[in-house]
Every structure is written in structure tokens, then in C-alpha cells.
């Protein structure tokens, strides 16, 4: 654990002192602080914060990918991996504690929204409905992991972070997509079902109707350790090559 | 000089037995056996890709050898990988930093991944090995080339490792840096274990104790630099040089007739190659002759084999590849 945490530690400093996080933060910021305000103003419209984190949700389809891109593939580049994989630490060490401390930036990013929360509760005059508030953060969180696990799966690919990032976006689109498949083919057929199944989108969306489905957590739990572990593999995999 | 503790009490720290390794079918590794003792400096010397950088990679524990065994310090590199790693300071070619920290915040990061205890005093400690102290909250992106080289050193050592695994530690550097990193290595002497390889032979010479010569995946020679002269030297070799009015059949003969003297070869303008038999040093009876005889010594040259000369024939003998022979032989003064 403390070998992990070091690893993570490290990684959360170094994303205050890279660009791209800040450019991330920025932009995120800009984007569900104009979607704050219109969903608020706009008449008709009921003030939902659930609606806003599931679209914060989708916009990490896009972020994740980035935020996660330099984890392996820029300690492959420099070759500072070699003094990581040398050391008395684990590879899967290294990989969690990557996982880890971009996880951490995540939420630090996510509660920055708490802002909002704030200012609904300011002006909810019955009071905020808390439980699918609750139960959309848990989504988000979970969303979020696992979408930063699939990024240091495609960060482990390559040395090159924007082909890291590139496969990630595939990724998760992909992945999100999936559900649509239900739609386009009405017929049970058990392919259908199965490509249904693995739908991250439909997962996402239970956790905003105040829902929590243990079939979404380990869905997502799942994919979380499986591309952590796949990642470990690949590590593994270069001392074999 | 360099004196050898005696066998009995010299702490073996590497063992490595019948190192293997291969990349597909092709062997970057054939057959690397070797033993380094408590605080000598091993140099694994070769040209580049003889598999000098494999064998560090073995040693450190980041690549697996194919077949063969190797300990570091008592532990097994496979079976107790985590034990042997603790043991090794490691600084491979690249000197991968990450440029994005200071160096104080780097060593504090690579003092928490070795589990030193008192982290501060051992970060203290590394820095000023290297004379970095006042660059501690320097981002090293900042740093000349020199002085990362120096950060990766106190990297190196910064758990006071058993063993220090250097791999090129000068390529790159100015001369003057140059000097500077092989002081360092050279005041790691005693304290720890130390393997660095070169490909550069003053370098050798200068900072090692033992040379092992490496090419092809295979250790062609094992020795101290000085052994490995006298032995592929063969016998010690002088030039005599006397003037040129006095008779060159006379001073052949005097030569000759010195004990130890096994040939005597004349290169004209009174300039003569004297060769001794085998483990005689007739040096000084050699002037004793010629000042003996009235005549003036001018010159009396010992011609050893440069380690330039030792390493080429060495590397060339050990392949069949036409452009390794030819090269040794354009090199062809010594």
C-alpha cells in the first residue's frame, strides 16, 4: 500500500505541474458552469442537478482518456519505467498507484461541482431531493474509474500519449455505444443481449434515476480491475519481449 | 597500489551463472559467468551491442534472463527479486529523470519507493556525494546534462546499495564532466560494489580493478587491466634506442647476451626491439648492458599493448565477422 501510494503521490503532483490537466480543469469548468446556468434559467426546465452529472458523465468519455494518457506511455518514452520496474516495488504497484493518483485529480476535479450543489440548495425553496443526488455522484465516481482504468489500459499500449488517448476515446465510445445495439435490433437473440449487456451507457444512466443496481457497480467495478490488470500484463509483458 | 584482500575474506556480492538471454531467435546473450567481490569496480567493456547493457538489465531484475542464475548481495534475481533489488543502485544509459520535479522532491520520491528509513538524511547524504546541495529545489529540466548525470548517481546510491550498476555513465558528457562523474565513481570505491560499463578503454583502465571484456553475448576476457596486457602481451617488449655510429652487431650481441633476452630486432638508425622470454623483466639489466658497453642509452621505451590494441584483437578474435579483423588491423600501432 505505502509503495502504491508513493506512486500516486507522485502522479498528483506531477498533473498540477502539467498544462494539459489545467487545460482540462478549464475546460471543464467553463462547460458545466454554462450548463449549470442554463439549465437553472432556462423556463420550463426543472433545476435537476441528476441531469447535469449525467452529462458531466459523457464529457468524461472525452476527458478521461486525456487525463489518463501520460501515465505509462510517457514513463515508457523517457525510460524513467526501467527505474520504476527496477525498484523494490511490484508492477501492479505501479499501475494502481498510476490509477490512483489520477483517480484522486478526478475527484478533486468532480468536487468543484459541489459549487452548484450550493447554490441549488441556496435557492431550492422545498429543499434538494439528496438521494438520486447521492446516487448520481456514486455513478460519476464509479464512471469516472473506470474510464481512467480503460486510459492507463491504452496508456500501457504505447509510448506516444496521443495514441494513448486516441485508443482510449475509441474506447469508451465504443463501449458506450454498445447499448444502442438493443435499439437497432429489436430481436433477443443472445448476441443481441450480450453487446446490450456490455452497454456503458445504460449502466451510467440507472445511478441518475436514484437507483443503485449492483449489476452497474460490478459492471463497472469489472471493467475497472480488468484494465488495470490488463495493463499490468502489458508491463509484464516488455520484460519478456 | 591495488591491493586484493585475500580470498578468504572477500565478500562475494555478484554471481552470475551461465547468463543466457534471447530476443526472438537471435541471442543478445550467449554465456556470461562472472563473480564481483565487496567493493571492487567492474568494468564490462565491448563494443556496442556485445550485451553489456542485457547483462546489467539482468542483474538489476528489470529483464529475465532466458536460462541461467545470477544473485545479487545473496539474493536470487528471480526467487527474491524484491530482496535483490533493495540491494542494487541502478543507473541505466538513458539517465531517465522526470524533468518535471526538483531534484530534492525526485530523491524523496525514489528514498520512499526504496523504503529508506530516515528519508531527509539520506537525501542529504546522496546530494552531497554529488556536490548537489544547492541545487536541491532545482527542477531537473533544468539541469545541464552534467549535473543530471549527477542527479541519476545520487539516485544510484541513495539507499547505500551493496551494489552500484552504471551502465555508460560518461557517454555524452564534456570532457570536464567527464572527469567529474569518474571522481564520483571512483570515491564509491571500497563502500560498495561497483559495475560500469564503456566502451571507451582509458576509461576502463582508469576507474577498474577487473575488466570484463564482452562481445557477442560472450566474455572474451577476465582480468585487471594490467594482467590483461601482460597476458595477451605475451612477454615485456622495450625499445632501445643508442646512437647510430655505434655498430649494430655489437649492441645485438651485449643484448642478446643479457639474461631474459629472448630476441633482438633491429629497426635501423640505432633503434632496436628487445622481447624478454616470458615472466622475465630484464629491463634493468638491459641498460646496465648498453651503459656498461660506454655506449649512451638514449632511450629505453617499455612497449606494453595498449588496451586499445587488447580490446581490438580480443573482440576480432572471438567472431568470424571480416570487419572486426580488418579493423584491428588498420589499429595496427600499439
Known amino acids: 500500500m505505502r509503495n502504491l501510494w508513493t506512486i500516486a503521490r507522485r502522479e498528483i503532483a506531477s498533473y498540477f505541474s502539467s498544462p494539459v490537466f489545467w487545460v482540462i480543469a478549464t475546460v471543464f469548468m467553463a462547460f458545466s458552469g454554462f450548463l449549470f446556468a442554463y439549465i437553472l434559467i432556462s423556463p420550463g426546465q426543472q433545476a435537476e442537478m441528476t441531469q447535469l452529472l449525467g452529462l458531466y458523465g459523457t464529457v468524461m468519455l472525452f476527458a478521461a482518456p486525456v487525463l489518463s494518457m501520460k501515465l505509462l506511455a510517457e514513463e515508457q518514452r523517457t525510460g524513467t519505467l526501467e527505474l520504476l520496474m527496477t525498484s523494490p516495488i511490484r508492477d501492479w504497484q505501479v499501475v494502481w498507484g498510476k490509477w490512483?493518483?489520477?483517480?484522486?485529480?478526478?475527484?478533486?476535479?468532480?468536487?468543484?461541482?459541489?459549487?452548484?450543489?450550493?447554490?441549488?440548495?441556496?435557492?431550492?425553496?422545498k429543499g434538494m431531493d439528496w438521494g438520486p443526488l447521492l446516487t448520481s455522484y456514486l455513478g460519476l465516481f464509479l464512471l469516472g474509474s473506470m474510464l481512467l482504468a480503460l486510459g492507463v489500459f491504452t496508456s500501457a499500449l504505447t509510448q506516444n500519449q496521443a495514441i494513448a488517448a486516441f485508443l482510449g476515446i475509441m474506447l469508451t465510445m465504443v463501449l458506450w455505444f454498445l447499448s444502442l445495439v438493443k435499439q437497432v435490433f429489436s430481436e433477443g437473440s443472445w448476441v443481441v443481449k450480450t453487446f446490450g449487456y456490455l452497454g456503458l451507457s445504460d449502466h451510467y444512466q440507472t445511478f441518475g434515476q436514484g437507483i443503485v443496481d449492483s449489476r452497474d457497480v460490478i459492471y463497472m467495478v469489472t471493467f475497472t480491475v480488468g484494465a488495470l490488470y490488463m495493463a499490468t500484463r502489458i508491463l509484464e509483458s516488455r520484460r519478456w519481449r | 597500489m591495488k591491493s586484493q584482500p585475500a580470498a578468504a575474506d572477500r565478500e562475494v556480492?555478484?554471481?552470475?551463472?551461465?547468463?543466457?538471454?534471447?530476443?526472438?531467435?537471435?541471442?543478445?546473450?550467449?554465456?556470461?559467468?562472472?563473480?564481483?567481490?565487496?567493493?571492487?569496480?567492474?568494468g564490462f567493456l565491448g563494443p556496442n551491442g556485445a550485451g553489456k547493457t542485457t547483462t546489467m538489465r539482468i542483474l538489476t531484475g528489470y529483464l529475465p534472463p532466458t536460462s541461467g542464475k545470477a544473485s545479487i548481495a545473496g539474493y536470487d534475481i528471480i526467487e527474491q527479486s524484491m530482496d535483490a533489488r533493495r540491494h542494487v543502485g541502478y543507473l541505466p544509459e538513458t539517465t531517465p529523470l522526470y524533468t518535471d520535479m526538483t531534484v530534492w522532491s525526485y530523491l524523496d520520491f525514489m528514498a520512499r519507493l526504496r523504503g529508506v528509513a530516515d528519508r531527509d538524511e539520506a537525501v542529504e547524504r546522496a546530494m552531497s556525494r554529488v556536490s548537489l546541495q544547492d541545487r536541491a529545489d532545482q527542477l531537473i529540466g533544468q539541469l545541464s546534462k552534467g549535473l543530471r548525470q549527477r542527479v541519476g548517481i545520487a539516485q544510484a546510491v541513495l539507499h547505500d546499495p551493496p551494489v552500484v550498476i552504471l551502465d555508460e555513465p560518461t557517454i555524452g558528457l564534456d570532457p570536464r564532466q567527464i572527469q567529474d562523474v569518474r571522481g564520483l565513481i571512483q570515491e564509491l570505491k571500497g563502500n560498495h560494489t561497483v559495475i560500469i560499463s564503456t566502451h571507451i578503454l582509458s576509461e576502463a583502465e582508469q576507474l577498474c580493478d577487473r575488466v570484463l571484456v564482452i562481445n557477442r553475448g560472450e566474455i572474451v576476457a577476465a582480468a585487471s587491466p594490467a594482467e590483461l596486457r601482460t597476458q595477451l602481451a605475451g612477454a615485456d617488449a622495450v625499445r632501445v634506442v643508442v646512437p647510430s655510429s655505434v655498430r649494430a652487431r655489437d649492441v645485438e650481441q651485449a643484448l642478446k647476451a643479457v639474461d631474459g633476452v629472448a630476441e633482438v630486432a633491429n629497426e635501423g638508425e640505432g633503434r632496436y626491439v628487445v622481447k624478454a622470454t616470458a615472466g622475465a623483466?630484464?629491463?634493468?639489466?638491459?641498460?646496465?648492458?648498453?651503459?656498461?658497453?660506454?655506449?649512451?642509452?638514449?632511450?629505453?621505451?617499455?612497449?606494453?599493448?595498449?588496451?586499445e590494441r587488447i580490446f581490438l584483437e580480443l573482440t576480432a578474435e572471438s567472431g568470424a565477422d571480416p570487419d572486426d579483423e580488418m579493423l584491428a588491423e588498420e589499429d595496427g600501432d600499439a
Open chain 1, 100 to 125: 490512483v493518483g489520477a483517480v484522486c485529480m478526478f475527484v478533486g476535479l468532480m468536487s468543484l461541482t459541489l459549487t452548484h450543489v450550493a447554490i441549488m440548495l441556496r435557492y431550492a425553496e
Open chain 2, 13 to 42: 556480492m555478484i554471481q552470475a551463472e551461465h547468463l543466457a538471454r534471447y530476443y526472438g531467435p537471435s541471442p543478445a546473450l550467449r554465456d556470461i559467468t562472472f563473480t564481483a567481490y565487496r567493493g571492487e569496480i567492474v
Open chain 2, 281 to 307: 623483466s630484464p629491463r634493468p639489466a638491459i641498460a646496465q648492458a648498453v651503459v656498461g658497453n660506454g655506449w649512451p642509452l638514449m632511450e629505453l621505451t617499455p612497449l606494453g599493448m595498449s588496451l
